[in-house]
């Protein structure tokens, strides 16, 4: 399997190196694992930083087109190079990306087509809206007729969203709760699936 872990950035320069370091590099049952960084036509120093991390998959936007167009533009240059999974993270290190094997479980296991990560989410309960999308990273198989659905729809992060939703057959919710990951507390995470 191949997984691209796309990070869309706007001038995360100071940050994106973090991000970068704490994605895992080795993730059971994965064969590949490649870094996409999109840059949201940065001004300072952002796709300097990725290269120098060893980032080779890069997107550049010469003027800033926006987190949807970043995001679109993200899947479509990973399908194209073969992503069997997209998980989507962001360079501004808000994530914890060392959670990232946990996303990806619900789908080497075959129990999820989607799943979607809630870091804000303040209790267990069932967590599954468009609205909510641009906040939260997300994981899905990379079929084509996502990618062209998505495309073809709506305007922002919410219409790049909803098909790729409707499109999940199985999805999978993993609930961060409460732990802050830059200051190393633990995280628990909560599951729920549809």
Request: net charge neutral; proline share 5%.
């Amino acid at each position: 399997m191949k997984v691209f872990v796309q990070i869309p950035c706007f001038n995360e320069e100071t940050t994106l190196p973090t991000v970068l370091e704490s994605i895992p590099r080795a993730i059971g049952g994965v064969d590949e694992l490649e870094i996409l960084v999109i840059d949201d036509g940065s001004t300072d120093g952002t796709v300097r930083a990725a290269r120098a991390c060893g980032v080779t998959h890069i997107v550049r936007h010469t003027k800033t087109r926006g987190l949807a167009r970043s995001f679109r533009d993200g899947v479509d240059y990973a399908l194209a190079h073969g992503a069997d999974v997209v998980v989507n993270t962001d360079g501004d290190n808000q994530y914890p990306q060392e959670r990232i094997p946990d996303l990806l479980t619900p789908i080497l296991q075959g129990r999820a087509d989607i799943v979607i990560a809630d870091r804000q989410n303040q209790g267990h309960r069932a967590f599954f809206t468009v609205q909510k999308a641009h906040a939260i990273p997300w994981i899905g198989h990379g079929q084509p007729r996502r990618r062209n659905a998505a495309a073809g729809r709506g305007l922002g992060v919410q219409g790049l969203f909803a098909p790729i939703f409707d499109a999940a057959q199985r999805r999978h919710e993993i609930f961060l709760l409460h732990g802050d990951h830059r200051s190393g507390r633990a995280t628990s995470a909560c599951e729920s699936s549809r």
